[in-house]
């Protein structure tokens, strides 16, 4: 089958890789649509030592599941942690912090910038039928996205700032808007601000951020850069959150003393459940279709993720098969 690889720190288009044939509680499936995230970009940095094929977001067909035949021929999105179910974590309920897991396209597991991956089948979930393949490929970053407001669960009224408007941020902004807090978001880009126009929130240009300092009650930092921190520590009030979304590469310096001394409470947030992101899909509370950039075929997959790490970049998908 054709797949991007990625070793050494390369991209590369293969042709000559063997379908791969899935196990007994696995399914194969034909991805359809793959989309390209920071996480990814990060990955060809070094971020991971990842050796494989890289890719972690996808809507596909099922084409094969032994333990499911009622899912063949159905669109789904797939859960990209993949628990062992014994060890600590597994045990206590928190299957996503497994301390043996795999991760679709980013730790031990080939992922889907390919023409079919294996992925078990409880880490399958259906595609509503009125939500496209356009906006089903969201779904992984948009369950990362609800997650990160999800912790904070702002009320109504609540006073947030989030840093950056990019891809992961556009998605954030979204989902927040879904709250009734009173949301300034923070973009650098013409192109990210343009692309905040339908959303209930006011828009700021990263240098406009002074009058801020101090004032929100929460800061979620999606800049997808270490120096996010530093500013969402200035604009967060004493004792009030900071939700961190970045994953970089590069370790960030960093005077704590702002936390210790404004009490103030970090936390970080990575993935998130699939299901409430399908239902913000499905009942258009978040419309991602707007956010696509380019949709480009595989052979072009390293064009594409050099695309996406432009400044500003939208999202960037692959196209690696028609629905039907
Ligand atoms: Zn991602
Ligand atoms: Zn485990």
């Not at 089958?1 to 991209?11: I, K, P, Y």
């Not at 996205?145 to 009224?157: H, I, K, L, N, S």
């Amino acid at each position: 089958m054709r797949a991007l690889w990625l070793e050494d720190r390369r991209l590369t288009v293969r042709d000559d890789l063997p379908t791969p044939r899935p196990g007994p509680d696995e399914a194969l499936v034909r991805v359809v649509l793959a989309g390209i995230c920071g996480t990814d970009l990060e990955l060809l940095r070094g971020y991971l030592p990842f050796r494989g094929v890289p890719g972690h977001e996808m809507v596909g067909v099922v084409v094969e599941a032994a333990s499911a035949p009622h899912l063949v021929g159905h669109r789904v999105v797939a859960e990209i942690n993949i628990a062992c179910g014994d060890c600590a974590p597994c045990r206590s309920g928190l299957p996503r912090h497994c301390s043996r897991r795999r991760v679709l396209g980013l730790r031990g597991l080939d992922g889907v910038f390919a023409e079919h991956v294996c992925v078990p089948v409880a880490n399958l979930q259906r595609v509503p039928d009125r939500v496209p393949d356009g906006s089903a490929v969201f779904t992984e970053p948009l369950a990362a996205a609800r997650a990160a407001v999800d912790e904070v669960a702002p009320a109504p009224g609540t006073r947030v700032v989030l840093l950056g408007a990019g891809r992961l941020g556009q998605l954030i902004a979204r989902v927040l808007a879904t709250t009734g807090c009173r949301l300034t978001v923070v973009a650098r880009h013409a192109g990210q601000r343009d692309l905040l126009a339908s959303v209930d929130a006011e828009v700021v240009g990263e240098h406009e951020t002074a009058r801020l300092a101090g004032t929100a009650d929460v800061v979620v930092e999606a800049c997808g850069a270490g120096s996010g921190l530093a500013t969402a520590l200035d604009l967060v009030r004493p004792r009030g959150t900071v939700v961190l979304k970045t994953t970089s590469a590069a370790p960030v310096g960093l005077d704590l003393a702002r936390v210790v001394v404004d009490e103030i409470c970090l936390v970080g947030s990575r993935c998130g459940p699939f299901e409430p992101a399908l239902a913000l899909l499905a009942e258009g509370r978040v419309d991602p279709l707007p956010l696509i950039a380019a949709t480009m075929p595989l052979e072009h997959g390293p064009a594409a993720l050099e695309r996406a790490a432009a400044p500003g970049a939208g999202k960037v998908l692959l196209a690696l098969s028609a629905t039907g």
